[in-house]
């Protein structure tokens, strides 16, 4: 939003246009904020910090994240590898990762992510941005103030965006403890972005071919993913397990404020209370 309204205001667009725009994209933040206040009494709660996960889960977000000892290249060249070396699982073991960091954290590589082209794309976006941006610079701040052009506007909001975005993503998943693979694509607007910065980048007499292998690209990636398939198992009605709780149980005060091998969470009637009590420990 603010690299958007820094755009319209240069192009000299209706302020009363750009605090419309602004007014709603704050209302759904605040509308946001209200329901998780709603939901989890506190407008910054999400429910990450509710207890209503598999213990393991529990025990790396509330009593410690043992990859915070991970030094930055260690955690760094394990997200590179997952970002961009994990595109064929038939190589890979279940329960392991290329690159992975010596030390303990909930992995789930059951989905392949982006693969070494997707590197490539975004590394030569970056760096055609670096040279557009310097050359830009050496003719005066004046002419790298491309915005009151459409593509220029475009170039300049695209380079921002995927920039800041991708960034932030590779700060918040460098140690994060639970690191399922699907988390990962969250980084594929980003990268779809700088797929797009780098065909701006290109002479315009290869712009309809280079559009054309983009969206081929696109495409192949799309098609040519993985995913490790479960069995799924045929079972009678009767035969399938449920863990659904039982409508009766225990009133939590008749706890004590404890719970051990017979007096333990699930005996109450509340609805997921306990998820991840091991009666053996």
Not at 153 to 174: E, I, K
Not at 238 to 265: C, Q, W
Request: with cysteine.
């Amino acid at each position: 939003m603010l690299t958007c309204s820094a755009i319209f205001l240069v192009r000299r667009c209706s302020v009363r246009t750009i605090l419309c725009a602004n007014g709603i994209f704050a209302a759904g933040l605040i509308f946001l904020a209200l329901t998780n206040w709603s939901r989890f009494g506190l407008p910054t709660e999400f429910g990450h910090n509710l207890s209503v996960t598999p213990g393991i889960i529990v025990f790396m977000t509330r009593m410690g994240n043992p990859m915070r000892q991970a030094s930055f290249s260690e955690a760094g060249r394990e997200l590179f590898s997952t970002l961009f070396l994990m595109r064929n699982l038939k190589n890979q073991p279940d329960d392991l990762v290329r690159g992975q960091a010596p030390y303990e954290r909930w992995r789930d590589p059951y989905l392949s992510t982006f693969d070494l082209s997707c590197a490539v794309v975004c590394a030569l976006a970056i760096a055609g941005a670096i040279v557009w941006i310097w050359r830009k610079r050496r003719a005066g701040w004046q002419a790298l103030m491309y915005l009151h052009r459409p593509g220029g506007a475009l170039f300049l909001a695209t380079l921002a965006w995927s920039g800041l975005s991708s960034g932030a993503l590779f700060v918040f998943y460098l140690r994060f403890p639970n690191f399922s693979f699907r988390y990962l694509l969250d980084f594929a607007p980003a990268f779809t972005g700088f797929a797009l910065l780098l065909w701006l980048l290109l002479p315009k007499r290869f712009s309809w071919f280079a559009l054309n292998a983009l969206a081929v690209w696109l495409g192949y990636e799309v098609l040519t993913s993985q995913v490790r398939s479960a069995p799924v198992p045929l079972l009678a009605r009767d035969k399938i397990p449920t863990d659904l709780v039982r409508m009766e149980g225990r009133r939590i005060a008749e706890f004590d404020g404890s719970y051990d091998a017979t007096n333990h969470p699930a005996k109450t009637a509340l609805a997921y209370n306990g998820n991840g009590w091991a009666e053996e420990d």
